[in-house]
């Protein structure tokens, strides 16, 4: 399976900081790579797909980029809306998987 | 709009099954695949397997083969997921998704159904 490696696991911003979430893949996952915001209680939201492509009605204060194996997810000025988790996601080959988690906390 | 609708939460002792729902509407069901995954409590997303509505069509993660059946009901747009020999550390909020092929990646979420398996 690919492993997917996501730091930090949690980060202390402030409302209008620039907040960036990296995933590492194990293995080459071309651009199918996905980004999800989950709050407390609440299902997971899907933000971006494939890398950088934010999805309908996301925020461009949200982008996403990718180098290699290395993903990134940039919040670009931190609004209090944005305290959440963040995962990112392999859709590269079978199974999917999920990077650990980022816990975007109130500083 | 887009909705996935899933049953409620249930306790189950050990060694028991469950079998959670996940009622779509708004799109139509056989053309997007369903996933599940499940999220124990302060933990990450874990993928369990995936279901083609069209085709009947599916692949579980090998941590739950032999344990996990997905099925659906075309009729009334219903996907299920039934887990068997349900253990304590199966307690979790298990969620159907939506895989959209366009984007590849899950573009809606049910609610969650928590499942709490305790003696």
């Known amino acids: 399976d690919i492993q997917m490696t996501q730091s930090p696991s949690s980060v202390s911003a402030s409302v209008g900081d620039r907040v960036t979430i990296t995933c590492r893949a194990s293995?080459?996952?071309?651009?199918?790579l996905a980004w999800y915001q989950q709050k407390p209680g609440k299902a997971p939201k899907l933000l971006i797909y494939g890398a950088s492509t934010l999805q309908t009605g996301v925020p461009s204060r949200f982008s996403g980029s990718s180098s290699g194996t290395d993903f990134t997810l940039t919040i670009s000025s931190l609004q209090p809306e944005d305290f959440a988790t963040y995962y990112c996601?392999?859709?590269?080959?079978?199974?999917?998987?999920f990077g650990g988690g980022t816990k975007v906390e109130i500083k | 709009q887009v909705q996935l609708v899933q049953s409620g939460a249930e306790v189950k002792k050990p060694g028991a099954s469950v079998k959670v729902s996940c009622k779509a509407s708004g799109y139509t069901f056989t053309s997007y695949e369903i996933n599940w995954v499940r999220q124990a409590t302060g933990q990450g997303l874990e993928w369990m397997g995936w279901?083609?509505?069209?085709?009947?069509?599916?692949g579980y993660a090998q941590k739950f083969q032999g344990r996990v059946t997905m099925t659906r009901d075309t009729s009334i747009s219903t996907a299920y997921m039934e887990l068997s020999s349900l253990r304590s550390d199966d307690t979790a909020v298990y969620y159907c998704?939506?895989?959209?092929?366009?984007?590849?990646?899950?573009?809606?979420w049910g609610q969650g159904s928590l499942v709490t398996v305790s003696s």
């Open positions: 293995q080459d996952i071309k651009n199918w």
């Open positions: 279901m083609d509505p069209r085709s009947g069509n599916k």
């Open positions: 996601q392999q859709a590269d080959s079978f199974p999917t998987t």
């Open positions: 998704a939506r895989r959209n092929l366009a984007v590849v990646a899950e573009d809606y």
